[in-house]
């Protein structure tokens, strides 16, 4: 089994900055890509930000300039560094990765973390 733990949400001003992180651990042989999705009442998740195993990145165009997307692939962990926050990116935020188990190719999702951006 592979469990993917996130951390770092909370409420902050519009203008300010939040980091999120997410952990995999269990029986991963290797993560292909890990990125972050969100999802506010009454709509789907989107697409946020991604990261794959050879260093690719890609950004949703409303939080291109503003975030910022790194992995650490030695720890499994991911990270978004969220700076400008603006009410709009109020949301549930959840980590997702593509991973290689021992059963074969898998996709997890966390549990969600909530971002709430207002003054």
């Known amino acids: 089994q592979v469990q993917l733990v996130e951390s770092g949400g909370g409420l902050v001003q519009p203008g300010g900055s939040l980091r999120l992180s997410c952990a995999a651990s269990?029986?991963?042989?290797?993560?292909?890509?890990m990125g972050w999705y969100r999802q506010t009442p009454g709509n789907q998740r989107e697409f946020v930000a991604r990261?794959?195993?050879?260093?690719?990145?890609n950004y949703a165009d409303s939080v291109k300039g503003r975030f910022t997307i790194s992995r650490d692939n030695a720890k499994n962990t991911v990270s978004l560094q969220m700076n400008s926050l603006k009410p709009e990116d109020t949301a549930v935020y959840s980590c997702?990765?593509?991973?290689?188990?021992?059963?074969?190719?898998?996709?997890?999702w966390g549990q969600g973390t909530q971002v709430t951006v207002s003054s």
């Open positions: 997702h990765a593509s991973i290689l188990t021992t059963v074969g190719p898998r996709n997890y």
């Open positions: 269990g029986s991963i042989t290797s993560i292909y890509i």
């Open positions: 990261a794959t195993s050879d260093g690719s990145t």
